[in-house]
Nanobody, 120 residues
Framework: QVQLVESGGGLVQAGGSLRLSCAAS????????MGWYRQAPGKQRDLVAA???????NYADSVKGRFTISRDNAKNTVYLQMNSLKPEDTAVYYC??????????????WGQGTQVTVSS
């Protein structure tokens, strides 16, 4: 079994910052890509940022220059530092991992989601 557990969401005023964390645990052999997605009410789930095992990153245009994704491979953990938050960043944020679990079965896993609310 593999689990992704997020933490760090909450309520913040516009212009503020939050840091999300997501720790993967279980029978993990290696993690290829870790990422963050978000889903606002009535909208589809969209990619926010992703990072490969080698630390190559990809960001949605709407968060470039404000959000930073990073990971600690030794801890199977990914982070999302969110600065200069805007009300339109309000959403449920989901952690995602593309990984190999024992016995070398590849799969995609999701966290349970953490709410981020930015007030104006």
């Amino acid at each position: 079994q593999v689990q992704l557990v997020e933490s760090g969401g909450g309520l913040v005023q516009a212009g503020g910052s939050l840091r999300l964390s997501c720790a993967a645990s279980g029978s993990i052999f290696s993690i290829n890509v870790m990422g963050w997605y978000r889903q606002a009410p009535g909208k589809q789930r969209d990619l926010v940022a992703a990072i490969t095992r080698g630390a190559s990153t990809n960001y949605a245009d709407s968060v470039k220059g404000r959000f930073t994704i990073s990971r600690d491979n030794a801890k199977n953990t990914v982070y999302l530092q969110m600065n200069s938050l805007k009300p339109e960043d309000t959403a449920v944020y989901y952690c995602n991992a593309d990984l190999y679990r024992y016995p070398l079965v590849r799969g995609e896993y999701w966290g349970q989601g953490t709410q981020v609310t930015v007030s104006s």
